[in-house]
Antibody
Framework: EVQLVESGGGLVKPGSSLKLSCVASGFTFSSYGMHWIRQAPKKGLEWIALIYYDSSNKYYADSVKGRFTISRDNSKNTLYLEMNSLRSEDTAMYYC????????WGQGTLVTVSS | DIVMTQTPSSQAVSAGEKVTMSCKSSQSLLYSENKKNYLAWYQQKPGQSPKLLISWASTRESGVPDRFIGSGSGTDFTLTISSVQAEDLAVYYCEQYYDTPYTFGAGTKLELK
């Protein structure tokens, strides 16, 4: 059974940094591209980043480009999202997802950016 | 970026009713080489992660009831629920995976009449 478990969210101040993790199980992690998708409170879904199975390519939404970095460690079956220069508008539930379209989602980790 | 426009934003329904919702994309999602539409539909219930219902515009995922029907091609797509059940009350999102940035519609919320 595919499982994706995010962690690392929390309450942080504007301008600070945070690193999210997503631990995968139930499939060959190193064979799949992985994504981060977020959802602001009471809002819709926003795709924010993609990393290829071998980290050879990475793509970002304009809203996070230059501030967020997606990475992975295939030896640990773990996906990461490093978030810098956080803004109030980055407040959201952050989900990792596998496959296109997004057939598998984690339960999400909540990031709140507030002074 | 491909803009996804969903209508209506909300709809009040009664159990057993037939429901249709629309999703339009700002450019064609039909890839000429494989004749596939890169359009998916998701269902999200309160407090839950989204669930993939339909991929390739009309292919139902395993375990999804056959009352959920996806149709359309190019830029115009529809999700139909042939006979709404109480458990179908949720927000429905369409999403294009034709090109990055992958984009979602704003959602259609199904509420009880």
């Amino acid at each position: 059974e595919v499982q994706l478990v995010e962690s690392g969210g929390g309450l942080v101040k504007p301008g600070s940094s945070l690193k999210l993790s997503c631990v995968a199980s139930g499939f060959t992690f190193s064979s799949y591209g992985m994504h981060w998708i977020r959802q602001a409170p009471k809002k819709g879904l926003e795709w924010i980043a993609l990393i290829y199975y071998d980290s050879s390519n990475k793509y970002y939404a304009d809203s996070v480009k230059g501030r967020f970095t997606i990475s992975r460690d295939n030896s640990k079956n773990t996906l990461y999202l490093e978030m810098n220069s956080l803004r109030s508008e980055d407040t959201a539930m952050y989900y990792c997802a596998k496959k296109l379209p997004f057939a598998y989602w984690g339960q999400g980790t909540l990031v709140t950016v507030s002074s | 970026d491909i803009v996804m426009t969903q209508t209506p934003s909300s709809q009040a329904v009664s159990a057993g009713e037939k429901v249709t919702m629309s999703c339009k994309s700002s450019q064609s999602l039909l890839y000429s080489e494989n004749k596939k539409n890169y359009l998916a539909w998701y269902q999200q219930k309160p407090g839950q992660s989204p669930k993939l219902l339909i991929s390739w515009a009309s292919t139902r995922e395993s375990g999804v009831p056959d009352r959920f029907i996806g149709s359309g091609s190019g830029t115009d797509f529809t999700l139909t629920i042939s006979s709404v059940q109480a458990e179908d009350l949720a927000v429905y999102y369409c999403e294009q995976y034709y090109d990055t940035p992958y984009t979602f519609g704003a959602g259609t919320k199904l509420e009880l009449k």
